[in-house]
């Protein structure tokens, strides 16, 4: 397994990638060099340029085909300062994205009860029950987290909300910016319940079509969440990890 890549590292080798398609004007589906160019191109190792490719994808500015390569998605010039160009570096930035998060999220919480469908409840659930069944996923089971989030976004039924959370990528639950690590099984099962019966609370507030309970409900997961950051980066600072995000 390689050794993790900085992230500094990975954000400059991002810049750049952003930068050679604006000076070069690379229009929609103009191909990139390839990961050895990439590599000779921004002096990294192949793991960095494979990290870098594979954010600027999550973030929709690029997209491959399995042995063709790695094309330009947008047609539109990606900005280097834009939002979700630069990943969190420290608890204090992930703590920023929380607050902007919540800014959102609770208003996408309140419009997805008066605006859902059954088919949005049965995604949803779909969700909750995938979470459920599998609480030790990857990444502290982040995957399930970021769809969770993803069903609430389309039931508003204003696509400004999904473009939101997609434009955020993996950096919408972004627990490895801490390097948590995992002290025991059981302490991860705690904080995965944990989140999940506060999913679980807003989907409840969702069905019962109350928006004023929906956006509480959000509210506070998204509290409780920044509470966890806030005091896992305490104990990181103290020398001590006994907790898990």
Request: one cysteine or more; glycine letters at 6%.
């Amino acid at each position: 397994m390689n050794p993790p890549v900085p992230a500094r590292l990975t954000d400059q080798v991002k810049a750049g990638i952003v930068k050679m398609i604006e000076e070069q004007g690379l229009a929609a589906d103009a191909k990139l060099p390839t990961a050895e160019q990439l590599c000779t191109m921004f002096s990294v190792s192949r793991t960095v340029v494979r990290e870098a490719v594979a954010s600027l994808t999550a973030e929709g500015l690029l997209w491959s085909r399995r042995g063709s390569g790695v094309f330009v998605r947008l047609a539109e010039r990606p900005r280097i300062n834009s939002l979700c160009m630069q990943e969190p570096q420290d608890a204090g930035a992930v703590l920023e994205m929380m607050e902007l998060r919540m800014s959102v999220e609770t208003e996408a919480a309140a419009l997805a009860a008066e605006r859902r469908t059954e088919t949005h409840l049965l995604r949803m659930e779909s969700a909750l029950r995938s979470a459920g069944n599998d609480p030790l996923t990857v990444s502290g089971g982040s995957n399930t987290d970021r769809i969770f989030h993803r069903e609430i976004a389309i039931a508003t039924g204003n696509s400004r909300f999904l473009m939101f959370l997609d434009d955020l990528g993996y950096l919408l639950i972004p627990r490895h910016v801490l390097d948590t690590s995992v002290e025991s099984e059981d302490d991860r099962r705690k904080f995965l319940a944990e989140v999940h019966a506060e999913h679980y609370g807003i989907y409840e507030a969702i069905t019962s079509r109350n928006s004023l309970e929906a956006r509480a409900a959000m509210r506070t997961h998204l509290e409780k969440g920044r509470k966890r950051y806030r005091e896992w980066t305490l104990l990181q600072n103290m020398g001590i990890s006994n907790s898990v995000l």
